[in-house]
């Protein structure tokens, strides 16, 4: 049976939403912690783009956070670009990215019971910003972006450098930084399973 988790309805779908909510202090303090990661990791610079430039767009993503039960832990603000608008052979051009199989996955948890292994479970936050961008790519500056930033220079684009969530070429740009850090680490990937590591 597949199951679909209905949308909140307190969850903004725009920016202007977001504004018009009662809770726009929390949704504001979201953006603002999303936007400082992606700053802090030089995802993009202030440019002046070359004439005929092809300007991606992008657009806040609003999400509440719950725990298992269903009570509220967070709220989440992402800053997404419309990779739709890209072109193939232009502005990406690989994107594969392997997953995991579900055979390594027994196996590892049947090693693991068998053995009496410990087991630990880590999460990279904003794992897509880390990777860096081979292909030349600008985005329009988010009208919002002078809501947080009011000193930020006005009449530019921006110049991505680093991978944004919403970019076609996004996961095979992390997968490939997180393969080579593993490997430097002396790890190997599996034959069988690029996505399984072993040291």
């Known amino acids: 049976a597949l199951v679909a988790a209905a949308p909140d309805p307190d969850e903004p779908r725009s920016v202007s939403e977001a504004m018009a909510s009662p809770e726009w202090p929390h949704w504001k303090d ?90 630990y479970q880590l999460d990279v936050e904003t794992a897509f910003l880390y990777g860096s961008l081979e292909e030349e790519l600008y985005m329009a500056t988010p009208a919002s972006y002078y809501d947080l930033r009011p000193s930020a220079p006005r009449g530019t684009a921006l110049r991505l450098h680093k991978s944004l969530y919403g970019l076609r070429q996004a996961p095979h740009v992390w997968n490939k930084l997180i393969s080579a850090w593993l490997v430097k680490q002396g790890f190997t990937a599996s034959h069988q399973d690029p996505c399984l590591f072993i040291r």
């Open 30 to 119: 979201a953006m603002e912690k999303e936007l400082q990661g992606i700053e802090d990791k030089g995802t993009f610079s202030h440019v002046s783009p070359p004439p005929g430039a092809r300007l991606l767009t992008a657009k806040w993503v609003f999400a509440k956070k719950r725990d298992a039960s269903g009570a509220l832990q967070r709220y989440k603000a992402r800053l997404v670009i419309r990779g739709f608008q890209q072109r193939e052979g232009i502005d990406y051009k690989n994107v594969f990215a392997p997953t995991s199989t579900y055979t390594a996955w027994r196996l590892l948890m049947a090693l693991g019971a068998g053995n009496n292994w410990p087991g």
